[in-house]
């Protein structure tokens, strides 16, 4: 078989019931099944993951937040105040090779779905807890958002305009990069489960998840540098590294190392700098930062942001647009990579981001639609056993809900 061969994706057989809600859990639940994971989403009955409601903007009635962290996934809606609703989830992690959940721990253990009590009926399960704070400390039963981890991590502390208020990096960043960090971890105990049957407990947090981003600046302020304050975009221990404003617009310039920097004081023509003593090194010339961006910034001006990149990626100089959201969407090297992918039956009004890996194995990104809430249902019901009259049952006395009646049109277009 040649490296490109199509072939079964790594996590196909493997059965992950994800009951979070939000972003940073259905990001993890959703890198599992773009992997070739089986991915039941149990949503509670009614209103389902509170992203659903996540809007403006909807198309066709549905989040562009939930769509983009929802593909590759099943829907179970079940009413676990219900306690035929409990039943069904206790069966279905009977059978699941991974639990994914965000809730409260005490709710989880007045409910019977601990990790304690969940691993007690299926050893071999892989439970992944996510959450604000973590499984121990004093703050484990704290509520936690993107938002409040970036501030109580530190990374706001350093974010924003220099001599300005801090701000909070302008994207679901603690969420997502959980939700990797959940995969990661699944994925390694997955492969202990293969090896001996043992199953795990994995402890997520929004906050240690952040901490982990601040690692260099952590690191750095333990060893005795000052406090880092907001710096507009340049970097605590790199120099030149940060934004200038060019003749027409912003740009962005990398300066990794020494040879770097003679090379980009040649382009940006100067040579005075480049021959300093004084700035032979990146200590010189962070200790000297203010006089040299003064003086870049004044080359810089000077002529189209087109220019300077051309001129900078001939000689390697590391560089790039500040782009807008409407430019990255047309950049050739995003369209190359295909990164956006159109949510199916959407029209081209939603559309969702590759995961951050390719496997040479999968030429073909697994891209279905999100589902419906309760969609899946019945289906995932009898899969696990329940006979068509226990189903029926459990329909009629409100333990799961039934899917709304799906459009005729919207039906042909993703089926």
Known sequence: MTPNTPTKPPLDGVRVVDMTTSYAGPTAAMYLADLGATVIKVERTGAGDDARSWGPPFADGASAWFASANRNKQSLALNLRHPRGRE?????????????????????????????????????????????????????????????????????????????????VSTALSDVVTGMCAAIAVNAALVRQTQTGQGETVDVSLLDTDLALMAPRIAAFHAGEPEPAPSGGTDSVLAVYQPFQTADRSIVVAIGNDAMWQRFCGVVGLPELAADPALADNAGRRAHRSRITECVARSLATRSAAAWLTAFAEVDVPSAPVQTLSEVVGDPQVIARRALMPVPGSDGDLASVHSPFRLASLPEPRNERFPDLGEHSGSVLAEIGFEESEIATLFAEGAIEEPEPVETERAEAVS
């Open 88 to 168: 069904v989830l206790l069966r279905l992690l009977d059978t699941a090779d991974v639990f994914l959940q965000n809730m409260n721990p005490a709710k989880l253990e007045r409910m019977g779905i601990d990790a304690a009590s969940v691993r007690a009926r299926n050893p071999r399960l892989v439970y992944c807890a996510m959450s604000g704070f973590g499984l121990t400390g004093p703050d484990s039963e704290l509520p936690g958002y993107d938002l409040v981890a970036q501030a109580r991590s530190g990374l706001m502390s350093v974010t924003g305009e220099k001599g300005r208020s801090p701000q909070r």
